[in-house]
């Protein structure tokens, strides 16, 4: 059994989540947690504008009070695991709120939210302090459940904090004590009654019925995303304790995946995956998460996460230094070859422009000769003509090899130029990063941007004389920034002679089966018979 999750609840949102075993593998979530996490800034977005509206008719003169309060409850909430500054000032507000409409009732609860965000940035004082200051019998019965369940979270946080073995004991024991507690105000089969139960199990090392609990959970038919990654946070640890790291990894890659989509900064499973990524050895995806971690607590300042992520981020970022530096050697090896590449293009260019010197040469007494037998013979005519179309093919697809080679020579000589100016420094993320803007895609659409420039000057009535071979309904129709589309340019390297498949899969960047698929889609649409399509398109005529 792979994962104690449906995977659709987490692709698509917060519609409900089932409790049903997920064919999901560790690969296939690592993969989504990358995907959604390029994602990250929309989901950021979509809380930030939820909050705006709700701020926005929190400033608004027109809300009593009362509305304010409520309101000021709910922007706290889009904060309390999202940005901590945010969410203590607004607990500020409804704290004052409540005093002005003189509610103890409301005081209380804005006090208890107060805490749990005082708790959640890691300052365990102030935390025990507010905690101390609440009357809970003015509270009702779900926040009396949030109160001495957040008591119980937070004589356990202080306990894994402090890491003593003198104290941590009385701090565990308070915890279970507190959490007894808030099961006595929670409806049975709830969310929060199955949440406090599965705290139970974690902190008595209970696998068993901690996982029992987590599938209760699943099966809860208002489940949010949120709730799902806690739940699923929470087996994780137990799985880990027991030595199951391949079943605690794909619980915590849920509950990172639902993080990310529900943008909560205030989280521990994102900084737990590096960690086992970077014992695994994928140093990629331990740096990338741990960035995630870092990044996440330091925009919640989350103090307490911050102290335990500074320790694993240090280790994996020594040990990418390591890896750049001995990537170093093959950096310049690599240069020594770019170098050589460079003289050979160089020479090659050379060689080049000498044969276009001759051909152009050729090309004048070929024009002489044929001028000559033009007078004599109507029929050499014809074939003096076909050799002048030929020649100046010739001739604009050499100067335009000849001037693209000059170009990838002194790109070519930029970038060594970089190269030595960066490795001379030891600028390597400097050198990576110019090795990653290297873009071939773009260089190949150049390149056939240029082809079909240079075609369409000595062929302007290509289209119109290859439209012409079709129906109305078949025709090709271009864009206002299209010059030649797939389909034309295969049959614009035919006109010029190139029949073999392979070699126009070459020169067009694609597979020889795609080549022929163009090709045979194109001819099947002409009124055309087949094995006249081609000839054809070699009759069109040049300028």
């Known amino acids: 059994m792979k994962l104690f999750l449906l995977l659709c609840g987490l692709l698509f949102g917060v519609a409900p989540v089932y409790a049903a075993v997920s064919t999901g593998t560790t690969d296939s979530l690592l993969i989504e947690l990358n995907r959604v996490l390029d994602h990250k800034k929309e989901y950021d977005s979509q809380r930030l504008n939820r909050i705006a509206e709700l701020t926005a008719e929190f400033a608004s003169a027109e809300a009593n009070d009362n509305a304010k309060f409520d309101l000021g409850l709910r922007i706290y909430d889009e904060y309390?695991?999202?940005?901590?500054?945010?969410?203590?000032?607004?607990?500020?507000?409804?704290?004052?709120?409540?005093?002005?409409?003189?509610?103890?009732?409301?005081?209380?609860?804005?006090?208890?939210?107060l805490a749990f965000v005082l708790l959640s940035s890691g300052l365990f004082k102030e935390t025990f302090e507010t905690l101390e200051g609440i009357n809970p019998t003015l509270l009702k019965e779900a926040d009396k459940q949030s109160f001495y369940f957040l008591k119980a979270?937070?004589?356990?946080?202080?306990?894994?904090?402090?890491?003593?073995?003198?104290?941590?004991?009385?701090?565990?024991?308070?915890?279970?004590?507190?959490?007894?507690?808030?099961?006595?105000?929670?409806?049975?089969?709830?969310?929060?009654?199955?949440?406090?139960?599965?705290?139970?199990?974690?902190?008595?090392?209970n696998l068993k019925a901690g996982a029992a609990v987590y599938q209760q959970i699943l099966r809860l038919p208002h489940l949010t995303l949120h709730q799902l990654a806690v739940s699923a946070s929470t087996t994780a640890y137990l799985y880990e304790l027991a030595g199951q790291t391949d079943k605690a990894v794909e619980l915590l890659l849920v509950s990172a995946i639902a993080d990310v989509k529900t943008a909560t900064k205030e989280t521990t499973a994102i900084f737990k995956l590096s960690d086992y990524c970077y014992r695994q050895g994928?140093?990629?995806?331990?740096?990338?998460?741990?960035?995630?971690?870092?990044?996440?607590?330091?925009?919640?300042?989350?103090?307490?996460?911050?102290?335990?992520?500074?320790?694993?981020s240090s280790i994996i970022e020594g040990q990418k230094i390591n890896i750049i530096e001995n990537q170093r050697k093959s950096l310049k090896t690599y240069a020594i070859i770019?170098?050589?590449?460079?003289?050979?293009?160089?020479?090659?260019?050379?060689?080049?422009?000498?044969?276009?010197?001759?051909?152009?040469?050729?090309?004048?007494?070929?024009?002489?000769?044929?001028?000559?037998?033009?007078?004599?013979?109507?029929?050499?005519?014809?074939?003096n003509g076909d050799l002048n179309e030929a020649n100046k093919i010739k001739e604009e697809y050499i100067g335009f090899y000849f001037h693209n080679n000059s170009q990838y020579i002194d790109k070519i000589e930029t970038l060594k130029k970089r190269l030595d100016a960066l490795l001379a420094s030891k600028q390597y993320a400097g050198v990576q990063k110019l090795v990653d803007g290297v873009n071939i895609k773009t260089e190949r659409n150049e390149l056939l941007k240029g082809f079909d420039t240079v075609f369409l000057r000595l062929f302007p009535n290509f289209i119109a004389q290859f439209n012409a071979l079709f129906s109305d309904e078949e025709r090709v129709k271009l864009t206002d920034d299209q010059l030649l589309t797939t389909e034309l340019r295969i049959f614009a390297l035919i006109r010029l002679g190139i029949d073999d498949s392979e070699q126009i899969s070459r020169m067009l960047g694609y597979s020889i089966n795609t080549i022929y698929t163009y090709k045979t889609r194109v001819k099947n649409r002409s009124f055309l018979p087949n094995e006249e399509f081609e000839a054809r398109i070699q009759a069109i005529q040049a300028v």
């Not at 695991?81 to 509610?103: E, G, H, M, T």
């Not at 140093?283 to 992520?309: C, G, M, P, S, V």
């Open 80 to 113: 309390k695991a999202f940005k901590y500054d945010s969410a203590f000032v607004y607990c500020q507000k409804v704290i004052r709120l409540a005093n002005q409409l003189k509610q103890p009732e409301k005081v209380e609860v804005a006090k208890l939210k």
């Open 153 to 205: 979270r937070a004589y356990s946080d202080l306990g894994d904090f402090n890491q003593d073995q003198v104290y941590r004991p009385t701090y565990y024991s308070k915890a279970l004590a507190y959490a007894d507690t808030a099961l006595q105000y929670a409806r049975p089969g709830s969310y929060e009654y199955l949440s406090v139960q599965e705290f139970r199990a974690q902190k008595t090392n």
């Open 282 to 312: 994928d140093l990629k995806n331990a740096y990338t998460f741990i960035r995630e971690a870092r990044e996440d607590a330091a925009f919640y300042k989350a103090r307490q996460r911050q102290i335990e992520i500074s320790h694993v």
């Open 338 to 383: 770019m170098t050589l590449l460079a003289g050979v293009v160089i020479g090659f260019a050379v060689i080049s422009f000498k044969q276009l010197r001759k051909v152009r040469k050729a090309d004048r007494v070929i024009f002489a000769t044929n001028q000559e037998l033009r007078e004599r013979n109507e029929v050499l005519r014809q074939l």
